[in-house]
């Protein structure tokens, strides 16, 4: 299973981006998808999550400002990001859960990481 990020960038602080992710290879289903960021010097974090019924969820710090998405069909996740800070730059990772097989346990696969960086 591959996973392959982008749409990262530069962006000024107040404007947006929107984080794409695709996963490929054997994949029987995709349980859960998300995007993690990890800043120079701090631990990587999540930002937003959402399962195969379309349940999401979201780091207090981005809340109302990022928005995850999901289409099953493309086995592809979104991330739009408005109103961005500079305290959003980092590097986003996208992940997903998934089982190859049919009733196989299901495994994290990482995406290799797209910068973000918002200036003030």
């Known amino acids: 299973v591959q996973l392959q990020a982008s749409g990262g960038g530069l962006v000024q602080a107040g404007g947006s981006l929107r984080l794409s992710c695709a996963a490929s290879g054997t994949i029987f289903s995709i349980n859960a998808m998300g995007w993690y960021r990890q800043a120079p010097g701090k631990q990587r974090e999540m930002v937003a999550g959402v399962i195969s019924d379309g349940t999401t969820n979201y780091a207090d710090s981005v809340k109302g400002r990022f928005t995850i998405s999901r289409d099953n069909a493309k086995n592809t996740v979104y991330l739009q990001m408005n109103s961005m800070k500079p305290e959003d730059t980092a590097v986003y990772y996208c992940?997903?859960?998934?089982?190859?097989?049919?009733?196989?346990?299901?495994?994290?696969?990482w995406g290799q990481g797209t910068l973000v960086t918002v200036s003030s």
């Open positions: 992940v997903a859960v998934v089982a190859t097989v049919k009733e196989g346990s299901p495994y994290d696969y």
